[in-house]
């Protein structure tokens, strides 16, 4: 099967505060991810207030700005800010400093700086509650090819505030010391087209040294995965909540690498339904019933009966091998291995959960099974299934060869996290499917890049097997920067001509020539099928792969 390496360096993994200068560099996400400066960590949601998830809000946090398209380009629609949380920490909230307290106009204090000096200007005031809407849907658009939905590149504004541990360092050191998914000699150019701006100036020299508050924007070429073209499907919607059928491999919203083809961007350029409040969260891979309120007092009540633990959640799954006939409750506490890499594990450490499972069929070789989430951490279901020795079919994290000969059963994992990580990595890297687990190559952190020489568990020549199968499969070429119409591209002559928003001179993306995944392999056999709750329920169809008749190709 065909493996689809995501985007490469351009893109941001995750993207949820201020994207960290990973962001001026997903990317997540998602679903995600991912640029010269738009490295993030995998978070589960892009900054775009207005859309709310359960413990997490997807806005415009910092309003929406526009500036400058680099020479030669046309005005990028509107952007909005995008925000990552720090290495190895998980997002909780803006990167961006709060203002301080408004003063009273005839008392404000301007401010001065010695003799020399670059004033800083004080930062703006977040424009909160500002969702999506159509400045930012226009800002490109689909086509579908292959059986995949397909975003068109685009420009766009990646914008942080400066980091504390950036003040008194110069851009250049910065670049070099957290950002190195692209040369120095990339952060060089960009600043030669004007697109790196410190305060809204365009940056002349990468030497300049960063100030408290000094506000950074950088614009990108952005390139989205491709995601099944299968259509997102009404289930119901009324005056308080709209009720879809998420096919698999679709973000519910805007996270690393996605943007347009996640969700909340389909509905509202297909479907025109805007300010949707997300009401729970699906996995990328995950497909099924999702919901969106549509107020904030609907998205208030609905999350309180969540928090009081009157939803009732069913999904269904198929597994490794013959489980069970009789009913099966899971209560295994899960700790979060890394939040980067997204991996979870049985552990005591861990928060308490409960999982009830009931076998529907067994066709010989796997089995279909009903699974009732009694509590909702991060991959619950298909970690205890993991745990059960029943992993899900085709899961390409909890079924994968780098938890060891036993594949996590019963949480025997003879490794380190550090060492299952490595392995995770290694194998993605080597099938070309960093996608597939929302990392890219440029996500890693050193630390983890250098330390990718798989432990004993990944044998040298399953590796090798491995990338001489993704090479043969994959077929990734790079065309020579030489090739790329730079000549059509020059402000001198973009007005002779429509500029080709899909093609920039310094986009490596660009460069790639990659193989499509096959619809087929962005399926995870995980599907919500009912969502339960005090007057209302809603359920899809059971999907083909669930079906009594369905049988392994």
């Known amino acids: 099967m065909v493996m689809w390496l995501g985007i490469r360096g351009w893109l941001p993994i995750r993207v949820q505060e201020c994207f960290n200068l990973r962001c001026l560099s997903s990317a997540r996400t998602c679903s995600g991810c991912r640029g010269p400066m738009a490295e993030t960590l995998p978070t589960e949601t892009e900054a775009a207030s207005g859309l709310r998830a359960p413990a997490q809000q997807n806005g415009d946090a910092c309003g929406v700005a526009r500036g400058e398209p680099p020479p030669g380009r046309p005005h990028p629609a509107a952007r909005e800010v995008e925000l990552a949380p720090e290495d190895g920490q998980q997002a909780t909230g803006s990167e961006e400093r709060a203002p301080a307290a408004p003063q009273d106009p005839g008392k404000r204090k301007k401010r001065r700086g010695a003799a020399g000096e670059r004033v800083v200007p004080p930062p703006k005031k977040r424009r909160a509650g500002v969702s999506f809407g159509d400045e930012h849907f226009a800002e490109t658009s689909y086509y579908f090819e292959g059986g995949l939905r397909k975003v068109r590149p685009y420009y766009f504004d990646f914008r942080t505030y400066c980091k504390g541990r950036w003040v008194g360092h110069s851009l250049l050191h910065v670049f070099s010391t957290e950002f190195r998914a692209q040369p120095l000699s990339y952060y060089e150019a960009a600043v030669r087209a004007g697109r790196l701006h410190l305060n809204e100036e365009p940056v002349q020299d990468l030497s300049i040294v960063l100030k408290d508050n000094d506000f950074l924007r950088n614009t990108v070429h952005r390139h989205e995965p491709p ?16 009720v879809v059928d998420k096919p698999s491999s679709i973000p519910v919203h805007p996270c690393g690498r ?84 997204g991996v979870c594990r049985v552990d005591t450490r861990g928060k308490p959960c409960e999982t009830v499972f009931q076998r529907l069929s067994y066709n010989g070789h796997s089995s279909v099974v009903r699974c009732r989430p009694l509590t909702g951490r991060t991959h619950q279901i298909r970690v205890h299934l993991q745990f059960l020795g029943h992993p899900i079919l085709n899961d390409p994290i909890y079924n994968s060869v780098a938890w060891g000969p036993s594949r996590g059963r019963g949480g025997h994992i003879p490794k380190t996290d550090e060492e299952l990580l490595r392995d995770l990595v290694a194998e993605h890297q080597a099938k070309q499917s960093l996608d597939v687990i929302d990392l890219c190559e440029s996500d890693l952190s050193s630390a983890l890049t250098d330390s990718t020489a798989p432990s004993s568990e990944l044998s040298k020549d399953h590796l090798e097997g491995l990338v ?66 005090p007057g209302f329920e809603y359920s899809s169809p059971m999907p083909t792969w669930a079906q009594d008749d369905w049988q392994e190709n």
């Open 227 to 242: 995601v099944t073209a299968e259509p997102v499907r009404l289930l119901a919607e009324n005056e308080d909540v709209v």
């Open 258 to 341: 996605f943007r347009h083809n996640t969700v909340i961007f389909i509905l509202g350029k297909e479907h025109q339904l805007k300010e949707l409040h997300p009401l729970h969260r699906l996995d990328r891979l995950t497909s099924g019933v999702l919901m969106f309120a549509k107020t904030a007092a609907v998205s208030e009540r609905i999350h309180e009966q969540v928090r009081d633990r009157q939803l009732e959640k069913e999904y269904v799954c198929r597994v490794e091998g013959e489980f069970p006939a009789e009913e099966v409750t899971c209560k295994e506490p899960i700790l979060v291995v890394s939040y980067k890499v």
């Open 468 to 533: 001489a199968s993704a090479q043969k499969m994959d077929g990734i070429l790079e065309a020579d920067p030489q090739d790329l119409d730079t000549k059509a591209l020059a402000p001198e002559n973009a007005a002779e001509k429509d500029v080709n928003q899909e093609i920039d001179p310094l986009c490596a993306e660009c460069r790639l020539v990659r193989q499509d995944p096959l619809p087929q392999d962005l399926v995870m056999f995980l599907h919500a099928l009912r969502y339960k709750g």
